[in-house]
């Protein structure tokens, strides 16, 4: 399954934006979807999952302001961000999760996402 994130953008701090994952294949519904992020100069970090079933998990820096969902009809997966803050300025990935094994194209070149202060 090949997955492409987009929806990033410029916003203030305190505002709001939604990232979408679209998938390609099949077997979408049957996997577990992460959103990863990558700021300058650190190393990519994990900040949500939603499992084939809808149970989610957070990074604690973006619980209670960050919602992950799955709309598996039409093989996207969301990422709805509130209340962003400057530290959440990144490029933001979807793949599976656990990312083992997967290739380095699977990663796109993300969605950038900066939060001004």
């Known amino acids: 399954v090949q997955l492409q994130a987009s929806g990033g953008g410029l916003v203030q701090s305190g505002g709001s934006l939604r990232l979408s994952c679209a998938a390609s294949?099949?077997?979408?519904?049957?996997?577990?979807v992460a959103w990863y992020r990558q700021a300058p100069g650190k190393q990519r970090e994990l900040v949500a999952v939603v499992t084939s079933g809808g149970a989610t998990t957070y990074l604690s820096s973006v619980k209670g302001r960050f919602t992950i969902s799955r709309d598996n009809a039409k093989n996207t997966v969301y990422l709805q961000m509130n209340s962003l803050k400057p530290e959440d300025t990144a490029v933001y990935y979807c793949?599976?999760?656990?990312?083992?094994?997967?290739?380095?194209?699977?990663w796109g070149q993300g969605t950038q996402v900066t939060v001004s202060s």
């Open positions: 294949g099949s077997i979408f519904s049957g996997i577990a």
């Open positions: 793949n599976r999760f656990p990312a083992v094994g997967v290739s380095k194209t699977s």
